[in-house]
């Protein structure tokens, strides 16, 4: 009698557990035929895999910023008003002034005078040797010391006599670049902290 109702305890616990993973078992279909319902109903491509904040990011073209050269100062100016940067240097003779504005390099180029001006003295006037000034712009710096942007740079002349009543004077432009800073500052409406003596690259 006693083995007998063990036994039946067992096939009862037996039939639990097989009736409890049968409803797992449906349960799971069910899960399963609804999955396959939304994916036959919604077929992405490859693309649309790609999240939006992707797709929405167009492709940048690698390579320099563009760089713009100015002439006329005063259009530079104009350009260049609160820049992020401003540097500038002389190189080659010639004055560079560089800015940086929205990502952009703004360049402004003048070339120096001649370093080398050659005179001619007679008893009634001194004669400027005209390959050694070829532009009215080179004889007003001579006389006001000023750039045509309206820097002005400090000349010291070296007096040499190639014959007699003839002479090469040469010459020495200095920049301050204290004065050069207070200048830019100035003209392009920028602190003086943000004007360097340097380039601007990329």
Known sequence: MGSNTGFHEKMDALDLI?????DHEKQLDA???RLENLTSHTTLTESEYV???VQS???????????VVFNNWYEYTAACRGATMVAFEVEENRFHVYTLVDGRIYTYVEVLPETRLKVSEDPTHLSIDKASLSTID???????GQLKCGL???IESYRTLLKENEYLFELQYHLEPDEVKTFL???LNVSKEQVVE???TF
Do not use: C, Y
């Open 31 to 33: 899960i399963s035929h």
């Open 185 to 187: 500052s100035k003209a």
């Open 51 to 53: 999240t939006p904040e």
């Open 198 to 200: 340097g380039k601007i």
């Open 138 to 144: 080179r004889f007003h710096f001579l006389i006001g």
């Open 152 to 154: 002005t740079l400090s």
């Open 18 to 22: 097989i009736n409890a993973l049968l």
């Open 57 to 67: 990011i167009e492709p940048r073209v690698v390579g320099k910023p563009p760089r």
